[in-house]
């Protein structure tokens, strides 16, 4: 659940979604379910948005607001919240809900790895990605021809026309891939949609075949591509592939 300043026109049905969803959960809970729930609030906290935090509390009867980083908002909460928590818990018999209010120091950010260390641990999480968690899971061999597919390399742009750009994109043959590249395949219907469109999956190159035109990758999925598949070439190269090379494809 969460309080979105265009709601101050509608307050009354949210406040009548919140007791419907109330509802819900009471009943879960008689069934034995014991549901719980986080409400999260954004930053609209002024007007309308406290008064819907307000009432949020009395409605789901919560036990704990944790307030991050905002020492007025804390202070308010702690004067006001007394006014709806004077309510009779049916959970708690004949004793008052009680909220406790908690001020928490806003997280200084994500500390970032050392490159070592994250060049250590990306095999395994290729491997994840191909053979699953606990590496239980086999991953299919496809045959592409040639045409069906179109690699591409991102490299940065010199000039009057970085600056629109940004990137350039080259492509490479698919008979030139080594092996053990990885290829993010995009969405793309065409080598200028490649930057701009949203990756679907990754494969392994495992082996080019100069005779029949085709090459042999790594793929999550068992069936073979229909059409073109134009790919984004990584910088990264997985070796793990080499155990999985003389399996069966899963078809």
């Known amino acids: 659940v969460s309080t979105q300043s265009t709601w101050a026109s509608t307050t009354d049905l949210y406040y009548l979604t919140l007791e419907c969803l109330a509802a819900k959960l009471e009943r879960d809970e008689k069934s034995g379910m014991n549901p719980n729930i986080f409400i999260k609030a954004f930053n609209h906290t002024d007007s309308v948005g406290y008064s819907i935090l307000l009432k949020m509390a009395h409605i789901f009867q919560v036990i704990c ?114 092996l053990g590249t990885l290829l993010a395949v995009t969405h793309a219907e065409a080598v200028g949609e490649v930057v701009h469109s949203n990756v679907a999956g990754f494969l392994c190159v495992t082996r080019v ?27 990264i190269k997985w070796d793990g592939w080499r155990q999985w090379a003389n399996r069966r494809p899963l078809i």
Do not use: W
């Open 65 to 178: 607001i944790y307030v991050i980083d905002d020492d007025i908002l804390l202070g308010q909460l702690a004067s006001d919240l007394p006014s709806c928590t004077g309510v009779d818990d049916p959970r708690a018999g004949d004793k008052k809900h009680r909220i406790m209010v908690k001020g928490l120091h806003k997280s200084g950010g994500v500390s970032q790895r050392d490159k070592n260390i994250r060049r250590e641990l990306r095999p395994n999480k290729i491997m994840e990605y191909f053979c699953g968690n606990y590496q239980n899971l086999t991953p299919s061999h496809l045959e592409i021809a040639f045409n069906q597919l179109c690699c591409v390399r991102t490299v940065p742009t010199t000039g009057p026309k970085s600056k629109s750009s940004g990137v350039n994109l080259i492509t490479i043959p698919a008979e030139n891939l080594g």
């Open 209 to 235: 075949d100069l005779d029949r035109k085709s090459v042999m990758v790594v793929a999550p999925f068992y069936r073979p591509p229909t059409g073109v598949l134009y790919c984004l070439i990584s910088e």
